[in-house]
């Protein structure tokens, strides 16, 4: 059977880091990466164009001083762009039909994109995501007030931000 999936770009990647402040000094001022968003967790949202994120640094745990710790400084996840709300219902439909489990599906926060989130068969987070936001003339993100979370599919179409 021929998968419906059809992505159009990998979206983002974000990466445990041991330090964050120190990474976003080297993405921004060695990469030329820009800040878009911070959130209460402590992760940090990147951008190289107009999409709100397409990298993000996710604090590790304050013992973990130096990469690679496998346990800590890892893989976070890899995000696919598709074009529409419509292409995630059709590529739930087809997941759940070869039991793959979700992680998560909805809307979270920073960047306001609506997603599902599942892991590969090695255990890698990957997430098929679509709308994010884009950052303006004025380069400011949309405040947390305006994020709109939403744990289904249905009530990130029925609550649009």
């Known amino acids: 059977m021929a998968t419906p999936i059809r992505t159009c770009k990998i979206s983002h990647v974000l990466l445990h880091v041991s330090d964050i402040e120190r990474s976003v000094k080297f993405y921004t001022d060695i990469l030329g990466f820009k800040e878009s968003d911070r959130n209460q967790l402590g992760m940090v949202f990147l951008r190289n164009g107009t999409d709100h994120h397409t990298f993000g640094l996710v604090p590790g745990p304050a013992h973990a001083t130096l990469a690679p710790k496998d346990k800590y400084l890892t893989f976070h996840h890899m995000a696919l762009e ?13 997941l ?4 793959i489990e979700f992680v998560f599906e909805g809307r979270r926060g920073a960047g306001c994109n609506v997603s599902l989130e599942f892991r590969d068969p090695d255990g890698y987070m990957i997430e098929l995501t679509c709308e994010m936001e884009q950052i303006g003339w004025n380069e400011s993100a949309r405040p ?9 599919l249905e009530e990130a179409v029925a609550n649009q931000v």
């Open 96 to 99: 759940t039909q070869h039991g």
């Open 82 to 94: 598709v074009n529409s709300i419509d292409d995630l219902f059709k590529a739930r439909d087809f």
């Open 144 to 152: 947390p007030s305006m994020h709109r979370p939403a744990k289904t």
